[in-house]
């Protein structure tokens, strides 16, 4: 098991922070950006795998950004 920060860039969040067990990502929070969307986006990718997660938020896009929340985590677990 591995614990993991990953520093976002283009986001409101400035870091993102969950376990890796294998191929499973668990224990996911982020510090700053919309608290309450991130704890549900944190829920509901409890226990997924990193396939999973990059497959359903890898290219969601905040605005203009070039980027979002859910794209960054995305890339955090496949890093």
Not at 16 to 44: M, P, Q, V, W, Y
Request: glycine share 12%; hydrophobic share 30%.
């Amino acid at each position: 098991m591995e614990e993991i920060t990953y520093k976002t860039t283009g986001t409101c969040a400035w870091a993102i922070h969950f376990t890796r067990d294998g191929d499973r990502i668990s224990n996911i929070s982020f510090e700053g950006g919309c608290n309450g969307n991130l704890k549900a986006l944190s829920r509901l990718c409890d226990g997924m795998s990193v396939q999973e997660i990059r497959d359903k938020l890898l290219g969601n896009l905040c605005g203009s950004k070039g980027t979002s929340c859910a794209d960054q985590l995305a890339r955090a677990v496949g890093s």
